[in-house]
């Protein structure tokens, strides 16, 4: 007697395992704790502060190109400048036109 007892009650106790587990996966109860103990959010936030830092890091990567790019720029101006002081210092005017194209413009 007490053995059919158990094996019934072990029976119902894996129907009510596969039930649980069925409803547990359907309803997304692991969502609805998250949301509870606010673990989504926190990852939400983690994954957004990295998404945030990636394009942080794109863009300077990418503005790095442009100062690079700005910085050859002045560096040839700078090399101009040297030019001017070593002939002497003479008005820009004076200047041959094929060293100092576009400074002649700005005066």
């Known amino acids: ?29 692991a969502k609805i704790i998250g949301d509870l103990t606010g673990f989504n ?12 830092e990636e394009k942080q890091k794109q863009l300077s990567k ?3 190109v442009v100062n690079d790019e700005a910085v050859s720029e002045m560096a040839g101006f700078f090399e101009i400048e040297q030019d ?16 100092l194209p576009d400074l002649e413009r700005r005066l």
């Open 41 to 52: 959010a926190k990852r939400t936030m983690k994954n957004l502060q990295r998404e945030r």
């Open 84 to 99: 001017i002081t070593v002939l002497g210092g003479e008005f820009v005017s004076q200047m041959p036109t094929a060293v």
């Open 62 to 64: 990418e503005c790095a």
């Open 1 to 29: 007697m007490y053995e059919n007892i158990f094996y019934a009650g072990m029976t119902l106790f894996i129907a009510g395992l596969i039930v649980t587990t069925i409803l547990f996966m359907r309803n997304n109860i």
